[in-house]
């Protein structure tokens, strides 16, 4: 009836078969549901990839390990929603290759942190937080202020998303370099009309001409964090599912 | 080979009866009391799926006995604390705020409800008890660029200020250097006359062609002299207490490419009765007009 485990232990292939049935079972149990369920990701609207400027920016934030501190997720528990607003959604980190929900929360959670503070307010605070809050414990970033944005691969950093499923178009790609000057200053004789067409709700900042810093992009990036998904476009019945 | 147990007599044990290459093995079973705890782990997975969300279908998953979810539990709970909290704070959202002040009962909601969104929200750029930081006015003290009545600090809150929210309070000091609307050395003489408002530097000749430039360029905003004026968000230039630094340089670059504070529209993040709470309690912080 049963194979004597003598038998198995003997024979290293059969073990080697037995074990991966076993185990790929308990694959298939986790894996297929998700393929017959249409999407994991809640219906809700507004969620967009980020722009170039935005995008440099993360990219950025993750070199920084600015996760080491921040967490980006609002856990639906609720003294969390008191303090930092709706909890957060899978659909708004879609885009985001890799996530950056994190883990440790010396410093507060970014995930709503969009729209909280001015452009103003970030630039003078990553440059040297106490000045601003003389208890902080996080780290000057000053250098950022002094170091230019390396744009030269802007168009690779789109279509390496675009292959991991950011549904960038060929437009998005072809103007990627126009939409990041656009948005990093203000003054310039540039059409943000248009990049904000493309990103709406991008928020310029007031770099300098011709030359964006690595702090104009975190700014970009941090400003935009939790304020594209519309809530009124999804039915709280729809988020329990 | 041979599966035979037998009792090892050195240490009374049976053995498993395995043989290799004539090593023979004890057997030495778990520890009860491990064994049941892996048991009892186990049986309490299977109770836990029973009860809670777990097993994954072919359309959705399995609920659950309790019917348990994070999110719906977290909407109630929230739910519960606003109709909790309602009680009181629809009064403060409904009652003109200056009967809010009257009301000890009230105001002592008010005042808990404003601390705990001051310093969650407003801090990290006021300071924390409202003594204000370079670019970012006191809140504390009774030198207001909007105003100091309760209503006054309402708008101010709710709307913010060059926020973007098309009811936000609005002004744009201009640019007058870079725009070359006055010359480098006109920019001089009006920041020596500004420095006397400032009270860093005595009246001179310097400072008196710069009074003229001011009378000229600067009144309209910033009042005859220098008091400020609150209609268009002009500051105080008068007295020793300034958002951008009271060095000459500070003023020089002021007045030829200015900088313009931002506050964010508080009606985004924070609710009627918040608002009202945040504005009694900034008004209670010792400068508050009537």
């Known amino acids: ?241 | 080979m041979p599966t035979k147990i037998e009792k090892d007599a050195f240490s009374g044990r049976d053995t498993t009866g395995h043989e290799w290459d004539g090593l023979k093995e004890l057997n030495t079973p778990l520890p009860k009391w491990w064994l049941w705890t892996f048991i009892t782990t186990a049986v309490w997975a299977v109770i836990f799926c029973i009860f809670y969300p777990s097993v994954p279908g072919i359309h959705g998953y399995f609920k659950g006995v309790l019917g348990y979810s994070t999110r719906a539990t977290v909407t109630a709970d929230v739910a519960a604390l606003a109709a909790q909290r309602s009680q009181v704070l629809d009064k403060i959202k409904d009652v003109p705020i200056a009967k809010v002040r009257q009301d000890p009962n009230l105001m002592a909601v008010a005042n808990t409800a404003g601390r705990i969104a001051f310093a969650n929200n407003c801090q990290p750029c006021h300071g924390a008890g409202g003594e204000g930081r370079p670019g970012y006015p006191a809140l504390a003290a009774d030198r207001w660029i909007w105003g100091g009545k309760l209503e006054d600090i309402q708008q101010t809150i709710t709307y913010g200020i060059r926020s973007g929210h098309p009811e936000a309070r609005q002004s744009q000091m201009l640019r007058f250097g870079v725009d070359g609307i006055l010359k480098p050395e006109e920019i001089a003489s009006v920041a020596d006359f500004v420095s006397t408002l400032y009270g860093k530097a005595k009246p001179s000749p310097a400072s008196a062609k710069g009074a003229a430039i001011f009378a000229e360029n600067c009144v309209a905003c910033h009042g005859d002299n220098g008091e400020g004026k609150r209609e268009v968000g002009g500051p105080p230039l008068k007295g020793a207490v300034h958002l951008y630094g009271d060095t000459r340089e500070a003023i020089i670059a002021q007045v030829t490419n200015p900088r313009m504070g931002v506050m964010p529209n508080w009606n985004a993040r924070l609710d009627a009765a918040t608002i009202k709470s945040l504005a009694l309690y900034v008004h209670a912080l010792g400068g508050g007009e009537n």
């Not at chain 1, 400003?223 to 988020?239: I, W, Y």
């Open chain 1, 1 to 241: 009836m049963f194979i004597r485990h003598e038998t198995i232990e003997k024979n290293a292939i059969l073990m080697l078969v037995l074990t991966l049935i076993t185990i790929s079972i308990g694959g298939i149990v986790e894996i297929i549901p998700n393929f017959t369920i249409e999407t994991t990701i809640e219906p809700v609207k507004g969620v967009r990839p980020y722009s170039p400027l935005e995008l440099m920016g993360r990219n950025i934030y993750i070199r920084e390990g600015c996760y080491l501190c921040h967490s980006q997720q609002i856990r639906a528990l609720k003294d969390e929603v008191e303090r930092y607003g709706h909890y957060s959604l899978a659909a708004e980190s879609q885009y985001d290759h890799p996530f950056q929900w994190g883990s440790k929360r010396i410093g507060p959670d970014l995930a709503r942190v969009g729209g909280k503070y001015s452009n103003d307010w970030h630039y003078a605070h990553l440059i040297h937080p106490q000045a601003l809050v003389p208890e902080s414990l996080m780290p000057r970033y000053a250098f950022l202020a002094e170091t230019p944005l390396e744009t030269k691969i802007l168009d690779k950093h789109l279509k390496a998303n675009r292959t991991v499923g950011v549904p960038y178009t060929d437009e998005d790609i072809a103007n990627a370099k126009k939409d990041l000057e656009a948005q990093a200053n203000p003054e310039a004789d540039t059409d943000f009309e248009a990049t904000l067409k493309r990103y709406p709700k991008a928020i310029q900042v007031p770099g300098k001409p011709g030359e964006p810093t690595e702090l104009d992009a975190l700014v970009a990036y941090l400003q935009v964090l939790g304020t594209m998904a519309d809530f009124s476009s999804v039915t709280p019945e729809q988020l329990n599912r």
